[in-house]
């Protein structure tokens, strides 16, 4: 592997790493609207100000369109999941789980529908056999959860 796929290869980590810590920051931001408001509060506050800030990008930085072509309906269907993912969030944030339960458990839960989108194809992706490291990795993520939730400081 050269030099320069190496770095490409270290920012790919490093942005991925640097979601998951905002990921966690919505989580959190979300579960405290949730506190003073309702589920249905919670999440339409990110929705529409993440709509206008995407639309504020649009105006700033003009982005040339990838494809001509319309893609798929389904492809929209990412805000329903995205609005329902933000209302459990914020209802299991508020509970014994508290953020780092809950966001243990979601990554448990990513990891079982990737490796099952991943077996089927789903959506496009390339088909692709689990190897026995994907089920090494999916059972040390789902045992952290567990200890984490079971064991950790707030029980």
Known sequence: MSQSSRTIQLGYFAAAFGAGGLLSLMVLFNGTLAAYGSLF???WV?????TFAA?????????K?????RPPLWVYLGG??????????SATLNSALALSGTIALGLAGQMVFSLFADMRGLFGLPQRTPVPRDYIALGLIVA????????????
């Open 46 to 50: 990110p929705h529409l100000t993440g």
């Open 80 to 89: 329903v999941s995205g609005a329902i993912t933000v209302m459990l969030t």
């Open 65 to 69: 369109r990838a494809q001509i072509a």
């Open 55 to 63: 639309l504020l990008f649009l105006v700033i930085l003009r982005p």
């Open 41 to 43: 509060f919670a999440s």
């Open 144 to 155: 952290g959860s567990l200890i984490l939730i079971f064991f950790g400081s707030g029980s």
